[in-house]
C-alpha cells in the first residue's frame, strides 16, 4: 500500500476547468461513498477549493489506482477524460507525502503562506472521517500533516506578512495607535476595498464606524455588516473631529478632502493623531495633508510599496518553510518503519490495524459525545492522543508479524499469526476486545 494523490490546481487548470470539477460537500459525501464502493482507493480524501481538487489515497496498487481515479473524476463530472488529463497531475508516495505537507502549510497556494488551506483540508478530513473512508493510514498521515503544518507556521511565521491593500492599511493604522481598541473611524465609499478594510477594522476592535456613500442604501448595507453606523455623504466632514482613522475609497475625479477641512477637525480634536489612508484612484485626498502636525497620510502606492515588501519577505520566509516541509515528509516516511508492516504488510497487521482503528474510532466518538464542552482544538488534542496510544500498542504486535513474514516464511510463521488473530478475535465479527461471549 502507497500513499498517492490525484488533482489539479490554479498551476495547472484554467477557472472554467476548476469550477467543472469543483466539489460541493454533497459531492464529497457521495464521491468518497463511490470510491469505496467501487474499490478505487480503501482510503480516500477530496480536497475542494476554488484553487484546486484534489483526491487524496492510500492503495497497495497506486499506479492502477491513479488511473482508477482520473476515470472516476472523468465519470463523475461528466467529462471526457482525455479533456481531463493534460490538466491532471499524479504523486505517489514520497512525491505525495511532501505534496500534502506542502499543501496544508499554504506553499503550494497561489498566495504563498495564507492560512485558510488548513482549515480546508480539516474540514475535508473530517468529512473523510464521517464518510468511513479515513483508515488508519490516511489518520497517521493527516495527523501528522497537521502537526508539521502548524509548526512550519509558527517557526517561519510565512503567513505573518498581509498581502492585501486593506489589512495592511488597517494594520498600519494599529501600529501607528498601538492599539485599535475604541478607536473611531469613518469610511468613504462603500466598495470592495472599504467593505475588506471594514471587516479588518472591526476584527481589531474598532468600534464605531461610520459609513458614508453617494448611495445612502449602500453605506446603511455596508454599516449594518461591520456594526457601523451609515451617514448621508454631504454630512461626512461632521464625522471628521470625531474620528482617528479615516478611510477614502471613492470615484471622486476631485479631492473630497483638503487641508482646510484637516485643519478645523484637528483644532476640534485639539490635534489628537489621525490617521488617513487614501486608497482610492484618483486620490481622495489633497496630498498637501500630509504636511498638517499630527496627521499621518498614505495612499494606494504607499500601500502597494508595502504589500510588494511582505510579498517579497513571505518569498525568503518560504525558502525555510520548503525546508522544514521536506525535512517533516522525509521523518514522515522513515517513521513509518516497522510500524508501516500494514502498508504493504501480511493481511493479518493489516486486519489487525483495522480493528484497532474501528475501536479507537467507537470509543472516541462515544467519549466526545460525552464531552460536549470541548472547542476544535481540544478535541483534536484527544483524537491525536488515541492514534498515538493505538499506534504505540500496534508497534509492537506489527514488528513481529513483519518479522516472521519476511525472514521466517515457513510454515512456523502461520503459528504466529494464528495466535495473533485470535489473541485479537480477528475473525470474530464483533469488533470489541476482550468482551465475553
Not at 5 to 22: C, I, M, N, Q, W
Not at 161 to 169: D, E, F, H
Not at 320 to 330: D, I, L
Request: glycine share 6%; proline share 5%; with cysteine.
Amino acid at each position: 500500500m502507497k500513499y498517492l494523490t490525484v488533482g489539479l490546481s490554479h498551476k495547472t487548470a484554467p477557472l472554467d476547468l476548476r469550477e467543472k470539477l469543483a466539489f460541493s460537500p454533497e459531492k464529497v459525501k457521495r464521491g468518497l461513498s463511490l470510491l469505496l464502493a467501487e474499490s478505487l482507493a480503501p482510503e480516500s480524501l477530496i480536497l475542494s477549493t476554488c484553487n484546486r481538487v484534489e483526491i487524496y489515497g492510500v492503495s497497495p496498487e497506486p499506479e492502477g489506482c491513479v488511473q482508477g481515479i482520473k476515470a472516476f473524476l472523468s465519470r463523475f463530472h461528466g467529462l471526457p477524460e482525455g479533456d481531463l488529463e493534460p490538466f491532471l497531475y499524479e504523486r505517489i508516495h514520497e512525491e505525495a507525502v511532501l505534496h500534502g505537507f506542502r499543501v496544508a502549510a499554504g506553499l503550494d497556494s497561489m498566495v504563498v503562506g495564507e492560512s485558510q488551506i488548513f482549515g480546508q483540508m480539516k474540514e475535508a478530513y473530517r468529512m473523510a472521517q464521517e464518510a468511513g473512508s479515513a483508515g488508519p493510514h490516511l489518520n497517521r498521515y493527516i495527523h501528522r500533516v497537521f502537526q508539521a503544518a502548524k509548526k512550519i507556521r509558527s517557526e517561519t511565521e510565512i503567513g505573518s506578512l498581509p498581502l492585501s491593500v486593506s489589512y495592511v492599511a488597517v494594520l498600519l493604522a494599529k501600529k501607528i495607535f498601538g492599539s485599535l481598541e475604541g478607536r473611531k473611524a469613518l469610511l468613504l465609499g462603500a466598495g470592495k476595498m472599504s467593505e475588506l478594510a471594514a471587516l479588518h477594522l472591526k476584527s481589531q476592535g474598532s468600534p464605531p464606524i461610520w459609513v458614508a456613500n453617494r448611495s445612502f442604501e449602500k453605506a446603511e448595507s455596508m454599516a449594518a455588516a461591520c456594526g457601523g453606523q451609515a451617514v448621508h455623504f454631504n454630512d461626512f466632514k461632521m464625522c471628521l473631529p470625531l474620528v482617528d482613522v479615516v478611510i477614502t475609497s471613492t470615484a471622486a475625479e476631485d479631492y473630497l478632502i483638503r487641508p482646510d477641512d484637516i485643519h478645523e477637525a484637528m483644532r476640534l480634536r485639539k490635534n489628537k493623531p489621525m490617521f488617513i489612508i487614501d486608497i482610492a484612484v484618483p486620490r481622495n485626498v489633497d496630498p498637501a495633508v500630509h504636511r498638517i502636525f499630527n496627521v499621518y497620510l498614505y495612499d494606494l502606492d504607499d500601500l502597494q510599496g508595502m504589500v510588494e515588501t511582505n510579498l517579497k519577505g513571505r518569498r525568503e520566509k518560504a525558502v525555510r518553510a520548503e525546508a522544514m516541509a521536506s525535512e517533516e515528509a522525509a521523518s514522515f516516511l522513515e517513521g513509518l518503519g516497522p510500524d508501516s508492516a500494514v502498508l504493504g504488510g501480511p493481511p493479518t497487521a493489516q486486519r489487525l490495524a483495522q480493528k484497532f482503528e474501528q475501536l479507537r474510532r467507537r470509543e472516541l466518538e462515544k467519549a466526545l459525545s460525552r464531552l460536549k464542552d470541548l472547542n476544535q482544538k481540544e478535541k483534536e488534542v484527544v483524537e491525536g492522543l488515541t492514534l498515538s496510544i493505538v499506534n504505540k500498542i500496534l508497534h509492537d504486535p506489527l514488528l513481529a508479524l513483519k518479522t516472521v513474514s519476511d525472514l521466517r516464511p515457513d510454515p512456523s510463521s502461520a503459528d504466529v499469526h494464528e495466535i495473533i488473530q485470535k489473541l485479537f478475535r480477528l475473525d470474530d465479527t464483533d469488533d470489541s476486545l476482550g468482551s465475553a461471549k
